[in-house]
């Protein structure tokens, strides 16, 4: 007679099938390699099947192991809608909140309007997963995600929170030393700072300040794959950077030149799996978001064309 399947086994199983590896699978289940490795093992008897390819570089799924996968993989995503229909079912929003966001994103703004949020709501535990690529909502490992493009992904609902304008920022030691730019055209004869040809996807109209007010697109001096490490670089005074104006909020270094010369504005998206469209968390988050970003759109600088 066959064995009843085991949810913790099947557990540790899609784990170790997701992540490709037991030290990986043990790593996100905080549990030891060797549990994870026995739990597998019990499974594959029970079942009398092998469900992996075991090889030096970590584990591949067989055809049987395949089918469990998606199998499990629903079983999870089922098992996460209900903890978190659960945790709402209660009068009080509170558990966990596990937040996405872009990097510069959640480090410079986020972080700065969270205080708020956790002291009107201190039972709900929020956790800042700062990432630049977006992230698989279908995998219910996050709740929620803020990014500043719209979604590519289907079955999620999408809500513009607002709209984030970007500006030109020096350093108080840049502009000691070689002045502020007196136009846009004159942004030819300073050193810029910007992503140029390390631009990601997803902000193809983050490099502007590389050519507003010019002829022909300017080399930026300083080359960076990321929004913080712009900003950072431009901090120690190596040259401007045209930036969203939300990561100066936990800066003091930085100062606003040609107030008059803007990027193209950036929508900001809340972002949120359908399943989940009954989370007080999230509906409660999304509120907050909405009201701290009104700000941001009331009076929204003009945007020079290149």
Not at 34 to 43: E, F, M, N, P
Not at 239 to 248: K, V
Not at 255 to 282: C, H, M, N, W
């Given at each position: ?40 093992t ?46 709402d ?37 929020v956790?800042?997963?700062?990432e ?14 803020l ?55 997803n902000?193809?109209?983050s ?9 022909t ?64 968390r ?11 970003t009104?700000?941001w ?6 945007p020079?064309?290149?």
């Amino acid at each position: 007679m066959p064995h009843s399947l085991d949810w913790d086994k099947l557990k540790t199983f899609h784990a170790a099938a997701e992540h490709g590896s037991l030290t990986a699978a043990a790593d996100a289940l905080k549990i030891s390699q060797s549990a994870v490795s026995r739990q597998i093992t019990a499974l594959e008897q029970d079942l009398e099947v092998s469900l992996f390819h075991r090889h030096a570089r970590g584990l591949t799924l067989t055809e049987q192991g395949h089918i469990l996968f998606y199998a499990s993989r629903d079983m999870a995503m089922k098992v996460a809608m209900a903890q978190s229909s659960l945790r709402d079912s209660r009068e009080k929003p509170q558990g966990l909140l596990r937040v996405s966001t872009p990097i510069s994103l959640g480090s410079n703004w986020l972080t700065s309007v969270l205080p708020e949020f956790m002291a009107t709501y201190p039972d709900i535990e929020v956790q800042l997963i700062l990432e630049d690529s977006e992230h698989d909502l279908s995998a219910f490992d996050v709740d929620c995600a803020l990014r500043p493009w719209p979604t590519t992904q289907g079955d999620v609902i999408e809500r513009k929170l607002g709209q984030i304008t970007q500006s030109i920022y020096a350093s108080h030691a840049y502009l000691a030393a070689h002045g502020a730019p007196s136009s846009a055209e004159d942004l030819d004869n300073h050193k810029i700072i910007a992503f140029g040809e390390l631009i990601p996807k997803n902000l193809n109209s983050s490099n502007w300040v590389l050519s507003a007010g010019a002829s022909t697109p300017r080399k930026p001096v300083l080359s960076v794959n990321n929004l913080h490490g712009i900003m950072r670089a431009a901090e120690a005074g190596i040259g401007l950077a045209g930036i969203p104006d939300y990561m100066t909020v936990l800066s003091r270094r930085l100062v606003k030149v040609l107030p008059s010369v803007s990027g193209e504005p950036i929508d900001l998206y809340f972002v949120y799996p359908t399943q989940l469209r009954g989370s007080v968390r999230a509906k409660v988050f999304r509120e907050f978001l909405q009201r701290v970003t009104r700000s941001w759109i009331a009076s929204p600088p003009r945007p020079v064309k290149a």
